[in-house]
């Protein structure tokens, strides 16, 4: 990851997922690299193949607006990802500005007690580099991984039990990471970022290589597969809120569809969630294989 040349990297990475013959070109030929070439991208946005060069190599990082629109109409990018290329070719700001002081995160009071008031909805506060800030009993119940300390990120692609937990797991790592380079920004040089990326990256593959894929989602709800070790398969929808006033910090909140039968075990699980049996304390230290 080369926090120096976000926007170049990006470009490589998506030239390479386009091929010749959906933007019109022929497939034919020897192709030493997969996508794209340069010039061919270039010739499709109008512009020089030189100047799409320095782009890509660092040597120029502020296009007009209008280039990068017509980049991202080349290389086939959604609103997401075109807002997202829009973002790193944003003046560099000076450093001080751009890393933010890694402090605790307060979780507002009035959160925390909705929280505790959804005594039949798993929800919990995550950050921008999903980090769980805070969790109710339902959640707990849901996971483990649920309480403050742990990277919910990390828990996913790591912990064999969170892997066993999530039968969309494939789609689940997909979006997650997605979600985080969304949620990241331009802010690619950021310490915590840095730590969280290395470590993935070095310890599992599949995160490498949805990391180096460069995709971009909007922080969305979704339906979850599950299943869990006390009540078996069931579906939960949930859906994400940012708190205003805060660093970037969001509830998450789980429910399953009315009358359903997933309905019914979320509250079996709630159940058990009350009686305390199998649902870890939130103070418990991250169970996390270092």
Same mark, same amino acid.
Not at 50 to 68: C, F, H, I, T
Not at 75 to 94: F, G, N
Not at 244 to 269: I, K, N
């Given at each position: @990851?080369?926090?120096?040349? /976000? &926007?170049?990297?990006?470009?490589?990475?998506?030239?390479?997922?386009?091929?010749?013959?959906?933007?019109?070109?022929?497939?034919?030929?020897?192709?030493?690299?997969?996508?794209?070439?340069?010039?061919?991208?270039?010739? =499709?946005?109008?512009?020089?193949?030189? #100047? #799409? &060069?320095?782009?890509?190599?660092?040597?120029?990082?502020?296009?007009? /607006?209008?280039?990068?629109?017509?980049?991202?109409?080349?290389?086939?990018?959604?609103?997401?990802?075109?807002?997202?290329?829009?973002?790193?070719?944003?003046?560099?700001?000076?450093?001080?500005?751009?890393?933010r002081a890694r402090k605790p995160?307060?979780?507002?009071?009035?959160?925390?007690?909705?929280?505790?008031?959804?005594?039949?909805?798993?929800? #919990?506060?995550?950050?921008?580099?999903?980090?769980?800030?805070?969790?109710?009993?339902?959640?707990?119940? &849901?996971?483990?991984? #649920?309480?403050?300390?742990v990277n919910l990120l990390r828990?996913?692609?790591?912990? +064999?039990?969170?892997?066993?937990?999530?039968?969309?797991?494939?789609?689940?790592?997909?979006?997650?990471?997605?979600?985080?380079?969304?949620?990241? !920004?331009?802010?690619?040089?950021? +310490?915590?970022?840095?730590?969280?990326? !290395?470590?993935?990256?070095?310890?599992?593959?599949?995160?490498?290589?949805?990391?180096?894929?460069?995709?971009?989602?909007? @922080?969305?709800?979704?339906?979850?597969?599950?299943?869990?070790?006390?009540?078996?398969?069931?579906?939960?929808?949930?859906?994400?809120?940012?708190? +205003?006033?805060?660093?970037? =910090?969001?509830?998450?909140?789980?429910?399953?569809? +009315?009358?359903?039968?997933?309905?019914?075990? =979320?509250?079996?699980?709630?159940?058990?969630?009350?009686?305390?049996?199998?649902?870890?304390?939130?103070?418990?230290?991250?169970?996390?294989?270092?």
């Amino acid at each position: @990851m080369d926090a120096k040349n /976000a &926007l170049g990297e990006f470009l490589r990475a998506r030239r390479e997922r386009v091929r010749p013959e959906d933007v019109g070109l022929s497939g034919g030929g020897l192709r030493r690299v997969p996508g794209l070439r340069r010039e061919e991208v270039a010739l =499709l946005a109008g512009i020089s193949s030189d #100047y #799409y &060069l320095r782009l890509e190599q660092g040597r120029d990082r502020n296009p007009s /607006a209008q280039v990068l629109e017509a980049l991202a109409r080349v290389l086939r990018l959604d609103a997401a990802a075109s807002a997202h290329l829009l973002s790193l070719a944003q003046p560099e700001r000076p450093a001080a500005s751009r890393r933010r002081a890694r402090k605790p995160e307060a979780v507002p009071a009035s959160v925390r007690e909705l929280l505790d008031t959804w005594s039949g909805h798993p929800a #919990y506060v995550q950050n921008r580099f999903t980090d769980c800030l805070a969790a109710n009993a339902a959640a707990r119940a &849901l996971s483990p991984n #649920y309480v403050p300390g742990v990277n919910l990120l990390r828990a996913v692609f790591l912990d +064999p039990a969170e892997h066993e937990l999530r039968r969309d797991w494939e789609e689940l790592t997909a979006e997650g990471v997605a979600t985080l380079r969304g949620h990241i !920004g331009p802010d690619v040089d950021d +310490p915590r970022l840095v730590e969280l990326v !290395g470590e993935l990256s070095v310890r599992s593959e599949r995160f490498r290589l949805l990391w180096s894929r460069h995709e971009v989602r909007p @922080m969305v709800g979704r339906i979850s597969l599950l299943s869990h070790p006390l009540v078996g398969d069931f579906e939960l929808r949930s859906n994400k809120f940012e708190i +205003p006033g805060t660093d970037a =910090l969001s509830v998450v909140v789980f429910h399953a569809e +009315p009358g359903s039968r997933s309905a019914e075990l =979320l509250s079996l699980l709630g159940s058990l969630a009350a009686s305390g049996e199998g649902v870890p304390e939130e103070t418990s230290p991250a169970h996390e294989d270092r």
